[in-house]
C-alpha cells in the first residue's frame, strides 16, 4: 500500500516537474515565450467573445478613403480595423452588426507595413 502510493506520488512529482521544466524552456525563450503569450491571448479573447474566425490584415481589404482595414461578416455587416488601432499582435474585432467578432492577427499586419515601407 505505501509502495504503490509512493508510486503514485512519484508520478506526481514527475509530473509536475515536467511541467516545471516546460514552463522554464517557455520562459527561458524569447520565441517561445511569444508564441505562447499569442496563443494565451487568442484563448483569453475565444472565452469572452463568440469569435468567429481568426485572419490576418490580408484577408481584409483597405479601404483608402476611410483609412481602414474591412472584412465581410456572414450576417451582412464589416468587420472595421482603424489603420490606427494597430497596436497589439492580437486585435479583437467586433462586426458592426452582430455579436461575432473576428481576431486579426497584427504580427502579420507588421510584415505587410515592413514590406509596403
Ligand atoms: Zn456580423
Known sequence: M????????????STQFR???????????DNLRKKYDAEFRASELHSIHPV??????????YNSKLDQYE????????YILSRTEISEELLLVDCDN????TIIDCAICDK???VNS
Not at 468567429?52 to 481589404?61: A, H, K, M, P, W
Open 112 to 114: 505587410n507595413k515592413d
Open 71 to 78: 472584412k465581410d461578416c456572414r450576417c451582412g455587416g464589416k
Open 2 to 13: 505505501i509502495a504503490r502510493w509512493r508510486i503514485i506520488m512519484n508520478n506526481q512529482h
Open 52 to 61: 468567429q474566425e481568426e485572419i490576418s490584415l490580408s484577408d481584409t481589404s
Open 98 to 101: 452582430c455579436s461575432l467578432s
Open 19 to 29: 511541467l516545471i521544466d516546460e514552463a522554464w524552456k517557455i520562459l527561458s525563450d
